[in-house]
């Protein structure tokens, strides 16, 4: 039986094809603030692999969420689109209003959520978001801009000064003013994450676009990256429904 997975975040679509818990196909695009015109571009390609099940998670709002429902509706398949719950399969949502909670951020603490264990859950995305959970219960987290945010926001609001683009990658002090600039809005995200370490110990996952070079400076930590953390977090919501 195969199966299709969506994410559709604030500017990229995502999608994962699977059959038996192994991965067939998988992309990620731009969608330029008009996912469901991307996805209409998509899903004749889709059409040609009898889906049976569809899974979405999805930071649109309804209307948008309607119409990406009625362009799946081509493929014959049952829709799932992932929700925010106060309770579910055992998790506790650590908001007071859980609908509050992003449901990307859901997902990933839904994927990765033990009884016995503690976690500290760090996507590293369009955003960098920290959730942390304590057995079944999500603890609430915290949200920072990420370092291409940071970087767009201080070229923004610095007069006479260009900063180019550069790898963000080391922690040393700049020698200039781009190395400056990028390894001081690296050691402030790596930081944060640390100091939240250091108070609350638990095991450190790792998600998103910019997981690997976050796991290069907090090796200390023993993090493990989750490369398709919400696609796991996806399937599983949609099995307990």
């Given at each position: 039986m195969r199966q299709l997975w969506l994410d559709l975040g604030n500017t990229r679509l995502k999608y994962w094809i699977t059959e038996a818990d192994?991965?067939?196909?998988?992309?990620?695009?731009?969608?330029?603030?008009?996912?469901?015109?991307?996805l209409l571009g998509l899903v004749h390609s889709f059409k040609s692999l009898s889906i049976a099940k569809i899974g979405i998670s999805?930071?649109?709002?309804?209307?948008?969420?309607?119409?990406?429902?009625?362009?799946l509706a081509i493929l014959n398949a049952p829709i799932h689109i992932a929700k925010v719950h106060a309770e579910f399969a055992g998790l506790s949502c650590g908001y007071d209003e859980p609908k509050q909670l992003g449901i990307d951020r859901w997902l990933q603490v839904l994927a990765v959520a033990q009884?016995?264990?503690?976690?500290?859950?760090?996507?590293?995305?369009?955003?960098?978001?920290?959730?942390?959970?304590?057995?079944?219960?999500?603890?609430?987290?915290?949200?920072?801009p990420n370092l291409y945010l940071q970087r767009d926001a201080l070229i923004q609001n610095t007069k006479g000064i260009k900063i180019p683009?550069?790898?963000?990658?080391?922690?040393?002090?700049?020698?200039?003013?781009?190395?400056?600039?990028?390894?001081?809005?690296?050691?402030?995200?790596?930081?944060?994450?640390?100091k939240?370490?250091?108070?609350?110990p638990r095991q450190l996952i790792l998600t998103g676009g910019d997981a690997a070079l976050f796991a290069q400076h907090l090796q200390a930590y023993h993090p493990k990256i989750e490369t398709d953390l919400l696609l796991k977090g996806l399937q599983h919501y949609t099995a307990t429904v």
């Open positions: 192994q991965l067939l196909q998988h992309g990620a695009e731009l969608h330029l603030q008009s996912p469901a015109d991307l999805s930071v649109l709002d309804a209307t948008n969420n309607a119409r990406v429902c009625q362009i009884p016995e264990q503690n976690f500290c859950v760090v996507g590293c995305g369009t955003a960098l978001t920290i959730d942390l959970t304590q057995g079944m219960q999500h603890l609430g987290g915290y949200i920072l683009d550069s790898a963000f990658a080391e922690l040393t002090p700049g020698r200039n003013t781009a190395d400056g600039v990028h390894h001081g809005i690296l050691l402030g995200l790596i930081s944060s994450i640390e939240i370490l250091q108070h609350t």
